[in-house]
């Protein structure tokens, strides 16, 4: 489900966009493994994942800037794998920006526009669009070597927002920018696609990002799909222990479990049991937000501890493991304190051989 999508303007739609097995390989170099996804008209959709994991490879071959070596490609439901950029219906804002130094904003906005031999009056009329949605009609007379980089970012989304494609393509595009220009303009962005009501793919190796923007996160690894679902099922029921540990700030703790009479405990404790596991291992997680301290739990010793304001992160020792914890406000005790941890929610577990999600989890650790 998409999240209030709003009507686009006139001139504007969306598209599906649907891959199909498709692969990417460069000699003995594999890419993308025979990958399939399902983006839904009118959605942001997130390719996430580590570097090299395939994102902007996937992102290039929708675009039509690489060529697939297998599998087949769909906009709004037409076969597009052979076909070249300029008949796919899509724009694409990239991570240098891709301006144009010699020309003025209101020249890169329309430039491909006029390649594409546009009459001048409705070129002028995008143009006027644009400039009035992203707020940058100072800048028309500027050359990109005099803006800064959030100013250039609103010129690249300006010539996208010109070329009335249904699916816009965005690879990275907030990497150069500091910390809070990063968090304004992506409330730009998302305000922008709902305002539009365009089928937006967008890649990043920022999990913050994706978790804030995306209806669908598409979690990549190696070239394969590890996770494609909502930000709220990632979250809450990772498949993997790779989806675990990427998805979270700080990520899921995962901890190898072992048999003590009837039930799994953490591995080098005593217990409590946190899973009625049938193997004889597993690999549980407890997100540090879940963790609390308590009077009866795990048995852990402070290692240190790290205030951030609004909570505190506490890293603690239990057996083999080091959980991390992160406790509202502020919460500082001396390293070597002993203490138990509990947890109101189920432990997750994975299998140890597979790195897959068991269906059947762990139990609570209660107080």
Same mark, same amino acid.
């Given at each position: 489900?998409t999240?209030g999508?709003?009507a686009?303007?006139?001139? #504007? @739609?969306? =598209?599906? +966009?649907?891959?199909?097995? /498709?692969?990417?390989?460069?000699?003995?170099?594999?890419? %993308?493994? !025979?990958?399939?996804?399902?983006?839904?008209?009118?959605?942001?959709?997130?390719?996430?994942?580590?570097?090299?994991?395939?994102?902007?490879?996937?992102?290039?071959?929708?675009?039509?800037?690489?060529?697939?070596?297998?599998?087949r490609?769909?906009?709004?439901?037409?076969?597009v794998?052979?076909?070249?950029?300029?008949?796919?219906?899509?724009?694409?804002?990239?991570?240098?920006?891709?301006?144009?130094?010699?020309?003025?904003?209101?020249?890169?906005?329309?430039?491909?526009?006029?390649?594409?031999?546009?009459?001048?009056?409705?070129?002028?009329?995008?143009?006027?669009?644009?400039?009035e949605?992203?707020?940058?009609?100072?800048?028309?007379?500027?050359?990109?070597?005099?803006?800064?980089?959030?100013?250039?970012?609103?010129?690249? #989304? @300006?010539? =996208?927002? +010109?070329?009335?494609?249904? /699916?816009?393509?965005m690879?990275?595009?907030?990497?150069? %920018?500091d !910390?809070?220009?990063?968090?304004?303009?992506?409330?730009?962005?998302?305000?922008?696609?709902?305002?539009?009501?365009?089928?937006?793919l967008?890649?990043?190796?920022?999990?913050?990002?994706?978790?804030?923007?995306?209806?669908?996160?598409?979690?990549?690894?190696?070239?394969?799909?590890?996770?494609?679902?909502?930000?709220?099922?990632?979250?809450?029921?990772?498949?993997?222990?790779?989806?675990?540990?990427?998805?979270?700030?700080?990520?899921?703790n995962?901890?190898?479990?072992?048999?003590?009479?009837?039930?799994?405990?953490?591995?080098?404790?005593?217990?409590?049991?946190?899973?009625?596991?049938?193997?004889?291992?597993?690999?549980?997680?407890?997100?540090?937000?879940?963790?609390?301290?308590?009077?009866?739990?795990?048995?852990?010793?402070?290692?240190?501890?790290?205030?951030?304001?609004?909570?505190?992160?506490?890293?603690?020792?239990?057996?083999?493991?080091?959980?991390?914890v992160?406790?509202?406000?502020?919460?500082?005790?001396?390293?070597?304190?002993?203490?138990?941890?509990?947890?109101?929610?189920?432990v997750?577990?994975f299998?140890?051989?597979?790195?897959?999600?068991?269906?059947?989890q762990?139990?609570?650790?209660?107080?």
């Amino acid at each position: 489900m998409t999240r209030g999508l709003i009507a686009s303007p006139p001139g #504007l @739609g969306s =598209a599906t +966009v649907r891959l199909t097995e /498709v692969s990417r390989c460069w000699g003995g170099v594999t890419a %993308l493994d !025979a990958i399939s996804i399902n983006v839904e008209a009118g959605s942001f959709t997130v390719l996430l994942g580590p570097s090299g994991c395939g994102k902007t490879t996937c992102l290039r071959i929708i675009a039509g800037l690489e060529t697939a070596s297998g599998g087949r490609v769909e906009i709004g439901g037409r076969d597009v794998t052979h076909l070249p950029p300029a008949r796919r219906g899509v724009a694409m804002v990239f991570q240098s920006y891709a301006l144009f130094p010699h020309l003025t904003v209101a020249e890169n906005i329309v430039f491909g526009l006029k390649a594409r031999h546009v009459p001048p009056a409705e070129r002028a009329s995008r143009l006027a669009r644009a400039v009035e949605i992203l707020g940058i009609g100072s800048l028309l007379n500027r050359k990109p070597g005099q803006l800064s980089g959030g100013q250039q970012q609103r010129v690249a #989304l @300006g010539r =996208a927002i +010109v070329a009335e494609a249904p /699916v816009c393509l965005m690879d990275e595009p907030l990497s150069n %920018l500091d !910390a809070q220009l990063r968090a304004d303009m992506r409330r730009e962005i998302l305000a922008l696609q709902r305002r539009l009501g365009i089928t937006m793919l967008y890649v990043t190796h920022d999990q913050t990002e994706a978790m804030g923007m995306a209806d669908q996160i598409v979690l990549l690894r190696d070239g394969h799909v590890e996770q494609d679902a909502p930000p709220e099922e990632i979250y809450a029921s990772p498949a993997t222990r790779f989806a675990a540990s990427f998805i979270g700030t700080p990520p899921m703790n995962l901890f190898p479990l072992e048999r003590r009479g009837a039930g799994l405990v953490l591995r080098g404790t005593e217990g409590p049991v946190l899973a009625e596991f049938e193997g004889d291992a597993a690999i549980g997680g407890i997100r540090p937000e879940q963790l609390r301290l308590a009077s009866t739990g795990i048995a852990a010793i402070v290692r240190d501890t790290e205030y951030l304001g609004a909570d505190t992160v506490m890293a603690c020792i239990a057996g083999d493991a080091t959980l991390l914890v992160r406790l509202p406000g502020r919460v500082i005790l001396p390293e070597g304190t002993p203490v138990c941890l509990a947890c109101d929610e189920p432990v997750h577990l994975f299998d140890a051989a597979t790195g897959k999600r068991v269906e059947k989890q762990g139990v609570k650790i209660c107080q």
